[in-house]
């Protein structure tokens, strides 16, 4: 029979990635991700309940995570889960992961929308035109 461990998450961090190096020379960078679940309640009230995941992204996905992602922005990310075993104070102990295999921005970055408000749209027309 068949295995299967794929999730996909599109959410928004909650901080700045941050990056560490494992024993053996390799760096891992690693942030939570917030994925938010709206629904109406019996009542009709609209309610929020937030998941939280932890990713680690490894290698070149890991440099570039680093590079351009930041706290607030909206990703999209496909990997596995990881599950971590230990043993602490006499009880076993889990903490699930998301080690990501790939990564999708999906908005832009504020520098890029504070430099496109300061320009008057017909002046950002006139721009692309040019181009």
Known sequence: MPNLNRVQIIGRLGKDPEARTTKNGST??????????????????????????TVDAWGKLGQICQKFLGKGRLVFIEGRLLTQRWEQEGEIRYFTKVVAGSMQML?????????????????????????
């Not at 891992?28 to 995941?53: H, I, Q």
């Not at 504070?114 to 040019?130: C, R, S």
């Open 28 to 53: 891992v960078v690693s942030f939570p991700v917030a994925v938010d679940r709206l629904w109406r309640n019996r009542d009709g009230e609209s309610r929020k309940e937030t998941d939280w995941f």
């Open 107 to 131: 908005d832009r970055p504020k520098e890029v929308e504070e430099h496109e408000a300061e320009i008057p749209h017909e002046e950002a027309l006139d721009e692309a035109e040019e181009e």
